[in-house]
């Protein structure tokens, strides 16, 4: 139960304004969810989504990636592919090159 000064700051159509900004970036931070919520302090702000939305924080841990001997020849192709062309074709070449991020992450919606 969120007890203390600010409790009349705290009602449902609050709640509910806080879960759909969360629902709108799910990696959000607390401090990046008080740019939205001047008004409420990151404390209580924190209290909201842990203690009425009942979110919580999970941690991950960054781990080498080993790669088998059939994978490291694939990379190895690919970039003497890419550097063939880039010396025949120079510079151009840069403009077809699409670089990203890979991300894993689970697809259960919230309730």
Request: aromatic letters at 8%; hydrophobic letters at 40%; proline letters at 2%.
């Amino acid at each position: 139960m969120i007890c203390g000064a600010a409790d009349h700051l705290v009602n449902e159509d609050l709640v509910r304004a806080v879960e759909e900004k969360i629902r709108e970036n799910r990696r959000f931070t607390v401090t990046s969810l008080s740019l939205h919520f001047p008004e409420i302090s990151l404390s209580l702000l924190h209290k909201i989504v842990s203690d009425k939305l009942k979110f919580w924080k999970l941690c991950a841990r960054w781990v080498p990636k080993v790669l088998t001997e059939e994978h490291k020849l694939k990379r190895q192709a690919s970039t003497l592919d890419f550097l063939t062309r880039y010396g025949e074709e120079g510079e151009n070449v840069l403009r077809h090159v699409v670089t990203g991020e890979e991300t894993w992450c689970c697809t259960k919606l919230l309730n």
